[in-house]
Structure formats: C-alpha cells, structure tokens
C-alpha cells in the first residue's frame, strides 16, 4: 500500500499543515481535510509513515458522521474531494480527505471519560478527582466510571500539550451557554457511539470532540470523531480492570519510544524499526474492520 507523509497539492491554496492533516482552502467557504499517513506519538511527529492509517481515520471519521449526524449537524458537505483538485493530485486525495464547511473552531477540546485510565489515572491517584470532579475512592485503574465524565482541554500550540481545564474555565471562555451545549451533546455523542461499539466487541475507554461554529452561530461537530486517534478503543474480550488494557491505535509506537530512555519526548523524533510500523498498522487496520464490519475502502 502506497503511504502519503505529506501532500503536495498545488492547485489550492495551502492554509496549514497539523499533526496527521494538512489543509487546503476550497473557495472562501470550503476546506479540504487531507489525513496524511503521519504519526505523533508524545506530541512529536515520527518520521516514518504508518501506511494507510489516513485512510483508516478518514473513513472511520465519516462512518461515525453519518451514525450520529441526527444528534449534531457536522462539517461535511457531500463534495467529492476528487472534484476539487487537479487530474494529477487525485491519488492523493482518494479515500482519504473531505470537503468540509470552513468553520470558526472553539479553542477547546470536548474530552469525554467512560473509564479512568491516562492523565484521568495519574490525576485521581494524586487527588481523587479527575479534572476537579470528585469520584468515589477505591477505583481501580480501567474502571468504568459511575457516569461518563465531561472533562475539557485548552486546544494548545501545535508541539505543546493540551491543557486540562475546568468547566466554570470553560465557561468563562466560551459562554456557559454555548459550554453546556457542547457538554450535553459530547457524552450523548460518546453514550451512542459506545453503546454501538460494545455491539462489535470494542470498548470505548474516552474520546475527544472537536467542534465549530459556521456564520450563523449553529454549533457543528468538524475534524475528525471517534477516531483510534482521537479516542482509546479497547477489545473487550481482552479487558480487566486494575491493568491498563492493550488498545486499537498507537501504543505499539508508544511502548516502543518508553524504552528509548535517551530520548526526551522532544524533536527530533528517533527512527522506528519496521516491526512497530507493521504491528501499529495491523491494529488500525483491525479496528476499522472490528468496528465497521468491512475492510479498508483502499
């Protein structure tokens, strides 16, 4: 399979690169989402491509607009991206961009918590909340929680971490109309989408949403959802609690640069051997397949 670490298409104007996406401006109204094979791990961009795994997001990405479409309205707009570029830049769009509605984005991230496991882990260890909200004592790290959490983040600078923040923060930044908006339609976003997903054998431990507004004010879910980047899938015949349980993204990268004690999670990335590249490709290869019933759409 042919991997793309960076577009080169020339007949839109570039707006900016991310992480894993790079975009492109189409007319003053439209932007085309382009899922590069790129992968960061600690917040650093790896050098080497993960083949496919674009294609893997993007598609993951529009299964899950459609399913949930009746809660939000989204950024997609039905155009072919094939449409919008030139005859010799198709490949590189094909199964894995969107045209999407240009909209204002809310500078902070939707974090939803089904389970305690990560930062939320370290955080109720240390103070016995996760974000400030209180939680019973004796919980066991992959513990599903009573309810699921709301906890939101501060998007940062591209290489920074984002910030963990409280809602009454949120508020203050946003609106607390427009915050409890966003927070009652995330955890009826992520309740639906882990309901199906236990119907296919996955647990969804968290997620992130990411949302904007378009010239009317109409709050819209945009970039990427329930994505095995934006979210931690787990297989749910191989979950325990007290453990952290073996999951559908990335961790093969991530085990792999923990062993690395030279290196200081800061750029540049080190090299990863071909074996962690295949096995993290395999797993996201899995969990499409695992959660849609059918293989990648190459």
């Given at each position: ?79 072919a991206p094939e449409s919008v570029v030139a005859p010799e830049e198709v490949e590189q769009v094909k199964g894995r961009a969107v045209v999407a509605k240009r909209l204002k984005p809310i500078l902070v991230e939707a974090v939803v918590r089904g389970y305690i496991i990560g930062s939320g882990w370290k955080d109720y260890q240390a103070t016995g909340a996760v974000c400030g909200i209180e939680l ?163």
């Amino acid at each position: 399979m042919k991997s793309l670490y960076q577009s080169t298409i020339s007949s839109l104007p570039l707006l900016g690169r991310g992480k894993v996406r790079d975009n492109y401006a189409v007319g003053e109204d439209k932007i085309l989402i382009v899922t590069t094979d790129r992968l960061s791990a600690f917040d650093v961009v790896m050098n080497e491509p993960i083949p496919g795994k674009g294609m893997v997001l993007n598609q993951m990405s529009d299964f899950w607009f459609e399913k949930l479409g009746h809660i939000v309205p989204n950024h997609l707009t039905g155009v072919a991206p094939e449409s919008v570029v030139a005859p010799e830049e198709v490949e590189q769009v094909k199964g894995r961009a969107v045209v999407a509605k240009r909209l204002k984005p809310i500078l902070v991230e939707a974090v939803v918590r089904g389970y305690i496991i990560g930062s939320g882990w370290k955080d109720y260890q240390a103070t016995g909340a996760v974000c400030g909200i209180e939680l019973p004592a004796g919980l066991k790290q992959a513990d599903k929680l009573p309810e699921p959490l709301f906890t939101p983040a501060a998007k940062a600078d591209l290489g920074e971490h984002d910030e963990n923040i409280s809602f009454q923060d949120m508020e203050q930044r946003i609106g607390a109309e427009l915050a409890a908006k966003m927070r009652d339609i995330s955890i009826q976003l992520y309740k639906e989408a882990a309901d199906y997903a236990a119907t296919r054998g996955i647990i969804i431990a968290d997620t992130k949403f990411e949302f904007g507004l378009d010239d009317n004010g109409v709050l819209h879910l945009m970039d990427e959802v329930l994505t095995a980047d934006s979210s931690r899938f787990w297989p749910a015949d191989s979950y325990a609690p007290d453990m952290s349980p073996p999951s559908f993204d990335k961790q093969f990268v991530r085990d792999y640069l923990e062993t690395l004690t030279e290196w200081k999670k800061t750029p540049p990335a080190p090299t990863l051997p071909q074996d962690v590249i295949d096995k993290t490709q395999a797993k996201y290869f899995e969990a499409i397949e695992r959660l849609t019933g059918e293989k990648l759409k190459a």
